[in-house]
């Protein structure tokens, strides 16, 4: 595997090396979040793994994986009557 840019590993590798290599790299995580993209007979052609906090969100959409990118809360974002901001 060759790693491109810090932390991202690119290569190809058996489904048995690919499943140890989530199961340590899972393991060793810390509180960061991780995701895995590989090849299967999927629609898309990859299948994702994800694992831990991470900034985006893959959902299944009718059978296809897509990201999304939660929305950051403003500090103009109105808020509902009663609800305070934190200083």
């Known amino acids: 595997m060759i790693e491109p840019r810090a932390g991202v590993f690119v290569g190809t590798v058996s489904a048995m090396v690919r499943d140890k290599l989530w199961e340590m790299v899972c ?11 590989h090849g299967s007979n999927a629609e898309q052609g990859f299948a994702l793994r994800f694992f831990g906090v991470t900034s985006r969100l893959v959902e299944d959409f009718e059978g296809l994986g897509l990201v999304r990118i939660p929305e950051q809360p403003s500090s103009r974002t109105p808020r509902p009557p009663g609800e305070q901001q934190a200083s």
């Not at 060793?28 to 995701?35: I, P």
């Open 27 to 37: 393991a060793g995580s810390e509180g960061g979040g991780c995701l895995m993209v």
